[in-house]
């Protein structure tokens, strides 16, 4: 039988030393920090191993007493309850439908992961860009902000200088060439420049040099902007000291700097003279002119002096109804045959009536230069260039004016503006789409072509009802000499009115 030959060997066994060999294993510190995982740490052992019925020939072994004295080390006496703790813990799943739910589970934490990340670099991104859109923002309106020093006395740029009269004389011939003002210095220069630094010093050189003072007023705005013309002329102002100072030699002075010599300087003044004598010898020409006719005009008076007039009553009758003839025949001896007789007539004044067209028609809703049709709902005439300014400007259009106004706000925009736009291409498809809003009123146009400004000015003229919304100056300067209309524009980032006391919103 099986059972007795593992007796047979149980008896064999008896003679080894276990007990010294056990003693001295040494179990490894690797195994010693061995920690159960979670999972095995709540494994449960199912019932059908709970209920496992041994038979009784195995139950009934008995060990021999060598193996029984075997004394084991607490490590190895431990790790029997441990796992058996851990077999206990675990629960074992069902096969199919616990593969899909890890699945499932799987991809779904790991898609929630990714979007999560996703968002929170957009959000990271976003307020980035939003803090340096801020930071920019800050810096421009300081630098907008920044306003000269009115209380310091500027000098000018030479005062301090060695050879004090000499680049006295080079600096003022500046302002005897344009082309010190309209020339820009070249691109790889290192000139800086900034107007509110060089106030008080373009201050004091207006006040020493007369010829700048007429060439800002020829240049600027026509052919170049204020900062622009100070800027070429201070560039040129830096080259002159840099030479002085030893800085930069002659050659690159003489490309840079524009100076007219003394032969062209007195050729302008003969071309001057010239020309002011010739205007002269024309006025002269014309005042000869005039006498003439002046001296024709008397001759002619004097004629028609000559031929006297007869003034008669053919109405009268009875006595002296015949001293008119010899009236006549008098004057006609004197005069030698020339009478005009001219029957008498009262003189009427000419009245002209009050519906006249050439009389000033003044408008019945207005009270001096008070307009009484205007009231809430406020209805305002928009311009192209108005939606364009607010949309860089970053303003809301009704809520703005509602703001300015502190009433309801009806924006209305006419077809010419609607024209205006749609021709203005691709660029301006967001002012289009802000002219199209729902909430806006759209006024039709009889008017031939798309010019709006004439359509507004001829409709406020007519209809006293409407504001004007523009920031065209030719456009507001038409709108100002009619009286009664209010003229909405932007200032500062918000919209304000002039000539509207009720705007009690509107910035001072």
């Known amino acids: 039988m099986e059972f007795s030959n593992a007796v047979k060997n149980l008896e064999a066994i008896k003679n080894i030393d276990l007990q010294n060999a056990v003693k001295n294993l040494e179990i490894p510190q690797a195994v010693k920090n061995i920690e159960l995982p979670q999972a095995v740490k709540n494994l449960e052992i199912p019932q059908v191993v709970k209920n496992l019925d041994l038979p009784n020939a195995v139950k009934n072994i008995e060990l021999p ?7 084991l080390p607490n490590a190895l006496r431990s790790v029997p309850n441990a796992v058996s703790n851990a077999v206990k813990d675990v629960q074992i799943p069902n096969n199919a439908t616990t593969r899909r739910l890890s699945l499932f589970a799987t991809s779904a934490f790991s898609s929630v992961a990714s979007i999560t990340q996703i968002i929170q670099q957009k959000v990271e991104e976003t307020t980035k860009n939003i803090q340096s859109e801020h930071e920019a923002f800050v810096k421009q309106v300081k630098e907008e902000s920044i306003e000269p020093n009115s209380g310091t006395v500027g000098l000018p740029p030479w005062e301090g ?6 680049l006295k004389k080079q600096m003022l011939a500046l302002s005897k060439d344009k082309r010190n003002f309209l020339i820009n210095p070249p691109e790889n220069t290192n000139f800086q420049f900034d107007l509110n630094i060089y106030y008080q010093t373009a201050m004091a050189v207006l006040n020493a040099d007369p010829n700048l003072n007429r060439m800002r007023f020829e240049l600027v705005p026509s052919q170049v902007q204020e900062p622009i013309f100070w800027r070429n002329y201070f560039y040129r102002i830096s080259l002159i000291k840099q030479t002085a100072l030893g800085s930069i030699d002659s050659a690159t002075l003489a490309s840079e700097v524009y100076l007219k010599s003394d032969e062209e300087l007195a050729k302008e003044t003969t071309s001057s003279s010239s020309t002011s004598t010739s205007t002269s010898i024309n006025i002269a020409k014309a005042t000869t002119t005039n006498s003439k006719d002046e001296e024709n005009t008397r001759k ?57 067209s050439r009389l000033p028609q003044a408008a019945s809703s207005l009270f001096f230069r008070y307009n009484k049709a205007l009231g809430p709902p406020y209805h305002i005439l928009v311009d192209t260039n108005f939606i364009n300014f607010s949309i860089q400007n970053k303003l809301e259009l009704v809520e703005a004016m509602m703001d300015c106004l502190y009433a309801k706000c009806i924006p209305c925009v006419t077809d010419c503006v609607i024209a205006e736009l749609e021709k203005l291409g691709p660029k301006y498809r967001i002012a289009l789409r802000v002219a199209r809003d729902p909430r806006f009123e759209r006024l039709p146009c009889t008017h031939k072509g798309t010019y709006a400004d004439d359509c507004l000015v001829q409709r406020v003229t007519q209809h006293k009802c409407y504001i004007i919304a523009t920031c065209d100056r030719d456009l507001k300067r038409r709108i100002r000499k009619i009286p009664g209309i209010p003229i909405m524009y932007i200032s500062k980032r918000k919209y304000t009115i002039e000539r509207l006391p009720e705007a009690y919103g509107a910035p001072a």
């Not at 200088?161 to 000499?166: G, I, Q």
């Not at 002096?305 to 025949?329: M, P, R």
């Open 65 to 71: 007493n060598a193996v029984k004295n075997i004394e």
């Open 300 to 356: 002619e008076k004097e004629k028609k002096d000559d031929v006297k007039e007869v003034l008669f009553d053919a109405e009268n009758s009875g006595e002296g109804s015949d001293i008119w003839e010899d009236e006549l025949a008098k004057v006609t001896t004197d005069t030698g045959g020339k009478v005009k007789r001219t029957k008498k007539f009262a003189q009427v004044k000419r009245l002209l009536n009050p519906n006249d």
């Open 161 to 166: 200088l060695p050879n004090e009269d000499e």
